[in-house]
Structure formats: structure tokens, C-alpha cells
């Protein structure tokens, strides 16, 4: 066997390995997730300083989804996507796009291994999301709407 086939095999097998890793995680943090909305509706916001007043849900999704980096009016957007709160991002995710955690999580790991896309940056917490928003202009983040402070501006609420 030439070493091209021999590291041409070992590659797919860590491949599969590795997508069969994402893919128990993301079922497991799938059906960890509540559905219980106790923390009220999930809005999407930005610095308060931003210009963008509001945002459409196909706008949210190529945002968050890798297809563009900027508002519509052209300036840079940087989604932030939230780490610890497995709950809120699978419910962002679910409302968003229609899709469970770990669908998502396994079109970001298609994605970054090819390259095509930078997938949202990822603030821990939700103090974490508030202090970045109130750094950034270009901030898009996701949060409870009873986490919404006078910094943050909504550009849109989920129905």
C-alpha cells in the first residue's frame, strides 16, 4: 500500500470518527434541551450605536448560517453564538432555521473543514454576550428577551 493510500485511509477514518463524535454530542445536547420557555421570547439584538434598526429572518440566517459577513446596509456583522446555554441556542437554532443542535452543529463542521465559512463566534455566557455587545458595533447575538439591556437595540423577535 503507498503511503498516499495509507494516509488517504487513516484521513477518512478519523473523518468518520470524528463526525460520528458530533453527531452522539449533538443528539445527547438534543435531547438534553427543554422546551420549556421560561426565560420568556428569544429576540436578536445589537449594540445600541448600530445603525441596523431591524432585521429579517433570511438576514438572520445567512448571517448565522455563514452565507454573508455584513448588514444589509453593508457594514460588518459578527454573530455571536452562546456556549453555555445549550437550551437557548438550540431554541435560536430551532426557530431560525428549523433544524435540531446537532444538524446544525454537523453543517458547521461540513463547512469549516471545507473552508467556505467562519462559523459565529462563541461568547460563554450570557454576561459574556452582553459585554461584547456593548464593545462591538458589529455585534448580532441572540438572548432571552428579559436579558435585553439599554445597550442592546432588538432587531428582531421571534413569534
Avoid: C, H
Avoid at 92 to 107: D, I, S
Avoid at 126 to 131: G, K, P, Y
Amino acid at each position: 500500500m503507498s503511503f498516499f493510500n495509507r494516509y488517504l485511509k487513516r484521513f477518512l477514518l478519523t473523518s468518520v470518527l470524528v463526525s460520528n463524535i458530533l453527531f452522539i454530542n449533538g443528539v445527547r445536547g438534543a435531547e438534553s434541551v427543554s422546551t420549556d420557555n421560561s426565560m420568556g421570547p428569544i429576540v436578536v439584538v445589537t449594540n445600541s450605536k448600530n445603525t441596523v434598526n431591524e432585521m429579517n429572518k433570511k438576514e438572520l440566517i445567512d448571517l448565522f448560517m455563514g452565507k454573508y459577513a455584513a448588514f444589509s446596509n453593508g457594514k460588518q456583522a459578527t454573530p455571536i453564538d452562546i456556549g453555555e446555554d445549550a437550551e437557548l441556542k438550540a431554541m435560536f437554532y430551532k426557530e431560525l432555521v428549523g433544524l435540531p443542535l446537532a444538524r446544525v452543529n454537523a453543517y458547521w463542521s461540513r463547512l469549516k473543514f471545507s473552508g467556505r465559512a467562519k462559523p459565529p463566534i462563541v461568547e460563554q455566557a450570557i454576561d459574556d454576550v452582553q459585554l461584547r455587545l456593548q464593545e462591538d458595533e458589529s455585534a448580532v447575538a441572540y438572548v432571552y428577551e428579559s436579558s435585553v439591556t439599554n445597550e442592546m437595540k432588538v432587531v428582531y423577535r421571534f413569534d
